[in-house]
């Protein structure tokens, strides 16, 4: 049990670093989508940054079906992601320049990819984001909790502080908040370029979107780093 309790947590560190260098990437290969930006430099960035979104969502699937056995919402949700990464690494391989591909312009094609994977990351996100208001502890819950970690100085105190259970899953939430923030940007941007006729605008929203990602993944990363201190 020790041991599934290490792995899991190494686990989440190692796809929480991958998660953030990956949509790290996600920035620079969208500002060089920019008219002033170097287009083939752009979408060589955004196929490594899909790969690593891709290897930290492979990794989740792997723990949660075949090492913690978990099923229902945490499996979707691991499932989504995972779809989402593969899509977008799709996407970025039609970004780069080659013409059509059975009469369809890759780059529409390429965004008809991106926005597909998007709802994949937006439907992962809602999975999350019900598994953690599921995983709402009750009040009584927290001064169990608050008391065995030796922060209760009363047992009459009132209210209870929530604990360091309950500042985690705030933290979690404001990490999926900003995925689902940023996969409807994505969406957007598709829209933007493809339908509105507007690229720049669309571009604009996938580098906001970009921005939403990366700061979901480094709260992700800085809570991980923080419970293995704890």
């Known amino acids: 049990m020790l041991y599934v309790d290490l792995m899991g947590s190494f686990r989440v560190l190692i796809s929480s670093i991958l998660y953030f260098i990956g949509t790290f990437l996600l920035i620079p290969s969208c ?4 008219p002033f930006g170097n287009y083939v430099a752009g979408v ?5 940054a899909c790969c690593f979104l891709t290897l930290a969502a492979a990794l989740d699937v792997v723990y949660v079906l075949f090492i913690e056995h978990s099923s229902g919402k945490c499996m979707l949700a691991s499932v989504f992601m995972l779809a989402g990464g593969i899509l977008f690494l ?3 391989v039609f970004y780069y320049p080659q013409g059509d591909v059975g009469g369809m312009d890759c780059v529409i094609l390429g965004t008809w990819v991106f926005r597909i994977g998007s709802l994949c990351y937006l439907g992962g996100s809602c999975s999350s984001l019900l598994v953690l208001h599921e995983s709402i502890p009750s009040q009584s819950q927290y001064a169990q909790q608050d008391y065995e970690r030796g922060l209760l100085h009363s047992v009459d105190s009132n209210p209870a502080p ?8 705030r933290w979690w939430l404001l990490v999926v908040y900003l995925f689902i923030i940023g996969a409807l940007l994505y969406i957007l941007g598709g829209v933007f370029s493809q ?4 690229p720049l605008p669309g571009v604009v929203a996938w580098i ?3 921005v939403f990602f990366v700061s979901g993944a480094f709260v992700q990363l800085w809570e991980v780093v923080r419970s293995w201190n704890d």
């Open 31 to 34: 500002v060089l989508f920019l």
């Open 90 to 92: 799709s996407a970025a």
């Open 208 to 210: 906001i979107g970009s």
């Open 44 to 48: 060589l960035i955004l196929i490594s």
């Open 195 to 198: 339908y509105l006729s507007m």
């Open 162 to 169: 929530a604990g360091r259970a309950e500042t985690s899953r």
